[in-house]
């Protein structure tokens, strides 16, 4: 069985950083793309970023250039580094994978920014 399990939420000044993780575990992690997501307060669930197999990553246009998306294959572990947080970037952020055809995610970790 597939587990994410995601970690690193917490308040932050906008213009300050914060270090989600999130571990993964029932899969051969280093073979699958790993994403993250996120879902602000009345809005729709966005992708935020991935990380591919081969590390090759990509960014959602709104965190370009501040987040950064990396992994660690033996830790069974993907990062989203995000720094010069703004007030929009508050919301829900989720790891996902797509394992087998199907889609799992974690239970997700809030992320508040405060002016």
């Known amino acids: 069985q597939v587990q994410l399990v995601e970690s690193g939420g917490g308040l932050v000044q906008a213009g300050g950083s914060l270090r989600l993780s999130c571990a993964a575990s029932?899969?051969?992690?280093?073979?699958?793309?790993m994403d993250w997501y996120r879902q602000a307060p009345g809005k729709q669930r966005e992708m935020v970023a991935r990380?591919?197999?081969?590390?090759?990553?990509n960014y959602a246009d709104s965190v370009k250039g501040r987040f950064t998306i990396s992994r660690d294959n033996a830790k069974n572990t993907v990062y989203l580094q995000m720094d010069t947080l703004k007030l929009e970037d508050t919301a829900v952020y989720y790891c996902?994978?797509?394992?087998?055809?199907?889609?799992?995610w974690g239970e997700g970790t809030l992320v508040t920014v405060s002016s």
């Open positions: 996902s994978a797509l394992v087998s055809g199907k889609r799992y």
């Open positions: 029932g899969m051969m992690f280093r073979f699958y793309s």
């Open positions: 990380i591919t197999s081969g590390g090759s990553t």
